[in-house]
């Protein structure tokens, strides 16, 4: 037992329990020492000599090693985690709210020798994006990342694509099956999605995102009209998160956007996630994998512990290059606009219109907008509005 890592755990939920689990089947190597949870009530299983509701028995405990943070509270996680890393001990954390919000903070924390802070499972659960983005592609080879990267939002616009539901009607489905939480509105609203793109971001080009400047578009008012709008032109609507390098600016937004069938992102369904990497000379590479669940979710969680123990860490390499891209708003992107009573063309101050529609329940247009003047507007935020991305995302 003596020499076995040593970890304090902070949260016993869908994660927390499902990381616990897994340690329990054949583990040899790492113990879990503490779990500090919030609620006393609460049954939890395991042996209660394990759980305390003081972080103090953690984080003053010499003995642990790492600290896994795995609760759904972003302020009290990033003070659990900075504390944490000042008293020496590693950092594994899946709060992808808490880091997007504070990354510079945290970068600056973390100095030469300093303990790691890692973070893999907070960016499509199961899939080892980061670390790949990281270690394996050098400062300069990305062009851009585009993805499917959180599970809510797929599976509830799975469900209106091949099962004909409306948006509400799929929500209350994701809810019925754990797919959503009660208060969906950090995934439906593509907040969720925008914290994950902000740290690809980063692992990607180097760049610490201005999070409350990242454009964010969610999906709750998508129509019928609107998916078989799609259909009819041979797509599916998915939410995107992307962010492209061009002529040393660095773009990122998350909105929906129109796939055409045969695009690798369109077969990424339900709960799923999926990731594709554009480089200049090896054309793209696709990721794809479990986004959200206990398991798959724990499974990022315990590489990373293992990686800690082995005293890996992130060494942000791209955000000291010389070249690295400065953030813009200032790009162009091709829309469809569904409205009701909404003047959408001089709200939104479409910079071209393509296509004009009328029919007696609503009104469409596709046109060309600037990012900047879709984050500035207030109108795009409406009931009566969706705003769809077009002609969708490139596959090269
Ligand atoms: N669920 C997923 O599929 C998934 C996927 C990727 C990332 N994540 C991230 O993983 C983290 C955990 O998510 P989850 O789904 O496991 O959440 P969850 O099921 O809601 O569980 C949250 C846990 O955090 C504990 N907690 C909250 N505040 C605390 C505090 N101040 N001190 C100690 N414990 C506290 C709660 O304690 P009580 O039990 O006492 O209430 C609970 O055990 C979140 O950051 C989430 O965004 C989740």
Redesign the pocket.
Known sequence: MSSKVRIGL?????????LYDILSRNNTEFHVEKV?????Y?HRGPDSNLFT?D?KEILDDPNIDIVVE?????E??YS?ATEALQRGKAVV??????LAGNLDTLLGLQKDRSPSLLYE??CC?SIPIIRTLENYYPSGAVHGIEGIVN?TTNYILTRMFHDGLSFGEALSLAQQNGFA?SDPSMDIEAF?AKFKLCLLATHAFGVVLPVDKVFNYGISTIAKEDIAYARSHGSTIKLIARSAREDGQLSAAVLPAFIPLDHPLSSVGNEYNGVLVHTPYSDAQFFHGR????H??ASAVLADISAAASHYRYNYDKTQSDTKPAFTNDIAVDVYCRYGDTDIARELSLDSIDRRYSSKTHNYITGRVQLEALLQSKSVRNTDVFVGVLPVVSQS
């Open positions: 902070f949260g016993f939920g869908c994660v927390g329990r499902g500090c949870v919030r609620q006393r609460k509701y972080p795995l609760i759904d509270d972003h009290a996680a659990l954390s899946a709060n992808k709210r808490m499972a907070a659960a599970g939480e969720d986004g959200a669940g206990g798959p979710t």
